[in-house]
């Protein structure tokens, strides 16, 4: 009896939002879920474009989709090399923290009507402001690593950060603004009948461009710039901590890509009650479908693009989208003005 | 540019990259499972023919890579050909100038050895014939075909 | 003065670059975009004030190999300096022996070595805009570029038996004909190719990042490309209608119309165009020579008759040339002969010393990439770091030809 009741117990204790949502979805099951899928999917496209077959022969009956946890397996036993001029506690603290800290606003980000692990009423400020710390994260790792190639590329990571973040947190506003809220969920809800996209394009536009450069996606990857400074930041790590930063990008792509869904389309909407009646976070998987088409959207465009330069990403960051992002509170408040409701 | 040419031209080349992500065109040809015919006139494994061989040394005399030695065994007179792998890059030139037509190309390449000295041949094995391992673990023939659509196309034979 | 201005400039920032403020990056020789050679790049902020090649990784003596081995197997030897040029390079050593030894060759075989050329030359530029692709991340132009490559190197693999190291060209003539089925293939291919040039352009020509990466970058000027001593596209590029095709009478190229393709601007998005500009006249060039050639023997008469007639039998039925027993020690008289070709990447040279013996007294090559890399020192000063890439990838240098 006791035995049943302890099992009983733990399922409940998984099931009830505050350990489902960070534990398994939207949170870690799901995100090691889309870090094997996701890099499979861009390789996949890539191959595609490039009219080669990419990952094959690990599991070739299901076309290499097996082959991220065949690298997964090789980074964890690879050898971890610690070179002797590096700060060694930074430099081994890293890249846990550049992985962590993406993942951190997955609490705040609700997956379904009132499905969420922490319910605030300013998740939307919350989720970008932690996101926008991984940065920092980054440039202690090019620093600590103490080589020249990434000391360049923590710097870069400094002028991206000022390129894209105003424009980030501005057009994100410029949504705030008109629904007259700040909590996602509130947001999300008022999309039910119209997408933001469409009310806000503007918005919409800047807050993507600026989520690619913010996630260091082709053709803004000048962070990693191989054919200058060999990995950037991450040159000197080996094995599993490599593994670590690499995917840490792709943690902030999907986060980012979730926050863009709700703000401009539509989010859970529309939502699946028959699904829902099941599990109340099934009935809002239209949102985790639409966050993943656009995360293969995005990772797409590295086969269609080269990079940026360094002055050049500035120059679109300030020159660009800044007053694009302006542009779109302008637009908030005039469709206010204009009395246009939800 | 101005940003109506440059948003077509963003547009140009995504769309270009979707057309190719869901058009059925790749170049691969996956070896170990296919194998390319190769043409008669291919230059790959050589072949001598020892009953041919005049012992005239003329492919030695001409190997740029010194991969043909001329052999003479114990009591014989004549001297005849053998050749290290190790060294030769198939040039063809040898084969070019034996005056006897004894040595030839044979349309197979794809030969490994497990150690160097397995990959030289004395007169006696080196006129011995050549099988694509490939083809004798199974794989498909495909040949090289030119398409004006999708340029050049392996298929099965 | 305008000739000076690059000089200047780099004498200004030399004096500039001693101090502590300079960045000394090493990119190469264990760099994801180096190539086989090292690059010292000096950097005050972004901007580069100083770089300086170091070459000399892939030296392989070939000048000293080619005075210890008998003439044609010195054609071998030079074409691994440029595996992806051979006919081109090699063609030059092989026009220059001819000097030396007096043949002529019969015009089928100068338009077969004209149609490898061809072949050559879009192959080699289709590697190199490749790698200018990969030069700036963009996976999709590098690998399209190698990929197309393939359809050339199917091409002349069809007519010489061999991907890469064709050996074809030899003193007298080619060493095998046409193939039956040759002309309906590379229509084929060239139909395909100026099929995908178009999405060439969308997808990376036209591509407004590509542009904004290679326009106006490294301009080199009419008055510098010249004093520097420039050759190929590059030079072409800045405005100067030089080409060996043009200066030489070699190959078929007197009887063939075509035109050099010129590009003024003189940035790297101009070397890149001028690139496919010349693939175009290239697949032209070669629709021209399966137009026009000529029948006949693909040898020299001279050494034709010293091949027995039984051979000569075979020769036609094969189509595949039998070597005179007379090349395996080919002495040409005592005397000097020089020779250019176009190649790929620019003009080759050669200067060949016979003592009369059977090897040479002493074999000069000057090669394209050699000229080329002094734009490596020259180009990216003044530059930010990242476009130090971006002018390496436009200006196609071919290390291993450089070191020879």
Redesign the interface.
């Known amino acids: 009896m006791m035995v049943l009741e302890i099992i009983e117990y733990i399922i409940r204790l998984i099931l009830s939002p505050p350990i489902f949502a960070p534990i398994i979805y939207p949170g870690l099951v799901t995100v090691l879920v889309i870090l094997l899928s996701i890099i499979w999917v861009e390789r996949k496209i890539?191959a595609k474009?490039?009219?080669?077959y990419g990952p094959l022969y690990v599991s070739k009956p299901i076309g290499g989709a097996l082959q991220m946890l065949a690298d997964a397996t090789r980074f964890f036993f690879q050898e971890i090399i610690v070179p002797r001029d590096a700060d060694s506690i930074a430099f081994l603290i890293a890249p846990a923290a550049s992985l962590v800290l993406p993942l951190l606003p997955i609490v705040f980000v609700p997956a379904a009507p009132s499905f969420v692990a922490i319910s605030v009423e300013y998740s939307l400020p919350l989720v970008l402001a932690i996101s926008a710390l991984t940065p920092i994260v980054i440039i202690v790792m090019a620093w600590a690593a103490n080589n020249?190639?990434t000391i360049?590329g923590g710097i870069r990571e400094a002028f991206m950060v000022i390129a894209y973040e105003l424009s980030l947190f501005i057009s994100a506003l410029a949504m705030a603004i008109f629904y007259g809220t700040l909590n996602l969920e509130d947001i999300v809800s008022m999309q039910k009948s119209l997408p933001g996209v469409i009310l806000n394009p503007l918005a919409a536009i800047t807050f993507f461009v600026a989520m690619v450069m913010a996630t260091s996606r082709?053709?803004f990857?000048?962070v990693e710039?191989?054919?200058?400074i060999?990995a950037g930041p991450f040159t000197e790590y080996t094995g599993i901590l490599y593994g670590l930063v690499m995917g840490a990008g792709y943690v902030q792509l999907y986060i980012l890509c979730l926050v863009f869904v709700e703000l401009f389309l539509s989010g859970w909407y529309p939502y699946i009650g028959l699904l829902g009646e099941i599990y109340p976070a099934l009935g809002g998987v239209s949102l985790f479908i639409k966050a993943y088409l656009l995360m293969v959207f995005i990772v797409f465009l590295?086969?269609?693009?080269?990079?940026?330069?360094?002055?050049?990403a500035i120059s679109i960051g300030w020159k660009s989208l800044l007053p694009l992002s302006l542009a779109s509170v302008f637009l908030s408040l005039g469709l206010l003005a204009a009395g246009v409701v939800i | 540019?101005s940003i109506l040419s440059?948003v077509k031209?963003?547009i140009?080349?995504i769309?270009?990259?979707l057309?190719?992500l869901f058009a059925s065109s790749r170049?691969t040809v996956r070896y170990p499972e296919y194998s390319i015919t190769l043409?008669d006139?291919?230059?790959g494994m050589i072949r001598y023919y020892k009953d041919k061989c005049i012992s005239?040394s003329?492919c030695a005399?001409?190997?740029?890579?010194d991969a043909i030695k001329m052999y003479r065994k114990a009591g014989e007179k004549k001297m005849y050909p053998g050749i290290n792998y190790q060294r030769c890059?198939?040039?063809?030139?040898c084969v070019?100038?034996?005056?006897a037509?004894a040595l030839e190309?044979t349309p197979v390449h794809d030969i490994a050895w497990e150690s160097l000295e397995e990959m030289i041949f004395p007169p006696e094995e080196f006129g011995r014939e050549w099988v694509s391992p490939a083809l004798e673990e199974g794989a498909r023939r495909v040949k090289?075909v030119?398409?004006?659509?999708?340029?050049?196309t392996h298929v099965p034979e | 003065m305008e000739q000076s201005s690059l000089t200047f400039r780099y004498k200004e920032l030399e004096r500039a670059w001693d101090g502590e403020k300079v960045?000394?990056?090493?990119?190469g020789p264990q760099?994801?975009?180096s190539g086989h050679m090292r690059f010292i790049v000096r950097l005050d902020g972004?901007i580069i004030v100083n770089v300086e090649p170091d070459i000399g990784y892939v030296h392989r003596t070939m000048e000293k190999l080619a005075e210890t081995?008998?003439y044609?197997?010195?054609?071998?030897?030079f074409e691994r300096a440029t595996i992806i040029d051979s006919n081109n390079i090699t063609l030059g050593y092989v026009r220059a022996l001819e000097k030396l030894l007096g043949i002529e060759v019969p015009p089928r075989a100068r338009y077969l070595r004209t149609l490898l050329s061809e072949i050559n030359r879009i192959a080699s530029h289709l590697y190199g805009l490749g790698l200018a692709?990969?030069?700036?991340?963009?996976?999709?132009?590098f690998?399209?570029g190698f990929?197309?490559r393939?359809?050339w190197l199917?091409l002349a693999?069809?007519l010489?038996?061999?991907r890469l190291?064709h050996?074809y060209s030899i003193p007298g003539g080619v060493?095998?004909d046409l193939?039956q089925d040759f002309k309906d293939?590379a229509l084929?291919?060239i139909?395909?190719?100026e099929?995908?040039l178009k999405?060439y352009m969308?997808?990376?020509f036209?591509?407004?990042?590509?542009?904004?990466?290679y326009k106006d970058i490294g301009i080199l000027k009419k008055e510098d490309a010249k004093r520097l001593g420039i050759v190929g596209p590059n030079l072409r590029a800045s405005g100067v209608r030089y080409d060996a095709r043009l200066v030489e009478d070699y190959g078929a190229y007197r009887e063939i119309d075509f035109e050099v393709p010129v590009r003024e601007e003189g940035d790297a998005l101009s070397r890149l165009l001028l690139r496919i500009d010349e693939i175009k006249i290239s697949m032209d060039i070669i629709r021209q020579v399966l137009e026009k050639i000529p029948d006949g023997p693909i040898l020299a008469e001279k050494y034709l008759r010293l091949i027995?007639p039984k051979?000569r039998k075979?020769m036609e039925e094969?189509?595949?040339?039998?070597?005179p027993?007379l090349?395996?020690?080919l002495r040409p008289p005592p005397g000097e002969a020089t020779a250019r070709v176009e190649m790929g990447h620019g003009e080759v040279f050669y200067h060949i010393i016979s003592d009369g013996s059977p090897k040479p007294y002493r074999v000069r090559i000057v090669t394209p990439s050699f000229r080329n890399l002094l734009l490596l020192r020259y180009l990216p000063v003044g530059h930010?770091?990242?476009?130090?890439?971006a002018i390496y990838g436009s200006v196609d240098y071919f290390p291993p030809e450089a070191d020879r």
């Open positions: 890539a474009v490039q009219l080669r020249k190639f360049i082709l053709p990857d000048i710039g191989e054919q200058e060999v590295r086969s269609v693009y080269g990079r940026y330069r360094l002055d050049q | 540019m440059s031209r963003h140009d080349a769309s270009t990259g057309k190719y170049m043409r006139n291919y230059r005239c003329l005399r001409i190997c740029p890579a890059i198939f040039c063809g030139f070019s100038i034996c005056p037509d190309h090289a030119f398409d004006e659509k999708r340029g050049l | 960045y000394e990056v090493f990119i760099h994801p975009a972004d081995k008998e044609i197997k010195s054609i071998p030897l692709g990969i030069f700036i991340n963009h996976s999709t132009m690998m399209w990929g197309d393939e359809i199917q693999e069809e010489t038996g061999a190291t050996t060493r095998s193939p293939r084929k291919a139909r395909y190719m099929r995908r999405d969308k997808i990376f036209n591509n407004p990042v590509t542009v904004a990466r027995p051979l075979t094969t189509g595949r040339v039998k070597f027993g090349f395996a020690s930010r770091f990242m476009d130090f890439p």
